[in-house]
């Protein structure tokens, strides 16, 4: 486990299946911890955190300078019901969140929501994976979006 990460994020983390060169997306980011050790694992990679809490936004930005300034981590303030790609932006090739009230299936209209934003931000053979399996699961974004 790396420094100042919970043994919660680091399986989390660990179970990812990360690569070199993959473009990241994480969802409901935080401060940053989980970002920052993905980031440390996708060699000439990229990650994209964003979280619906400005103040979030804010503390992970203080925390991941060195990662902003390789180019390999960013930042952004947005909900995922809400998220979209810029128009300069590639796709992403993995989705993962932990512990987002979106997709934790309490709220199923921001379920609906979140699920065709991550869809449409990922390649076609994107993964999306959230927290609750051992420690983690992958969500079917074929089968679980709504016609």
């Known amino acids: 486990m790396a420094a100042g990460i919970s043994d919660r994020i680091s399986a989390f983390v660990e179970a990812l299946p990360l690569k070199p060169g993959l473009r990241v997306l994480e969802?409901?980011?935080?401060?940053?911890?989980?970002?920052?050790?993905?980031?440390?694992?996708?060699?000439?990679?990229?990650?994209?955190?964003?979280?619906?809490?400005?103040?979030?936004?804010?503390?992970?930005?203080?925390?991941?300078?060195?990662?902003?300034?390789?180019?390999?981590?960013?930042?952004?303030?947005?909900?995922?019901?809400?998220?979209a790609l810029n128009a300069d932006e590639a796709l992403f090739d993995i989705a993962f969140a932990m512990r987002v009230g979106a997709l934790d299936g309490r709220h199923p209209e921001a379920n609906r929501a979140a699920l065709t934003r991550i869809k449409a931000a990922l390649q076609p053979h994107g993964r999306l994976f959230i927290d609750g399996g051992d420690p983690l699961k992958e969500i079917d974004l074929v089968r679980g979006l709504p016609s």
């Open 27 to 83: 969802i409901g980011c935080g401060p940053g911890v989980a970002a920052r050790d993905v980031a440390r694992r996708i060699d000439g990679g990229f990650i994209l955190a964003i979280d619906r809490s400005e103040k979030a936004i804010r503390l992970a930005r203080a925390r991941s300078a060195d990662e902003m300034a390789r180019g390999c981590l960013d930042f952004r303030h947005a909900a995922i019901e809400d998220f």
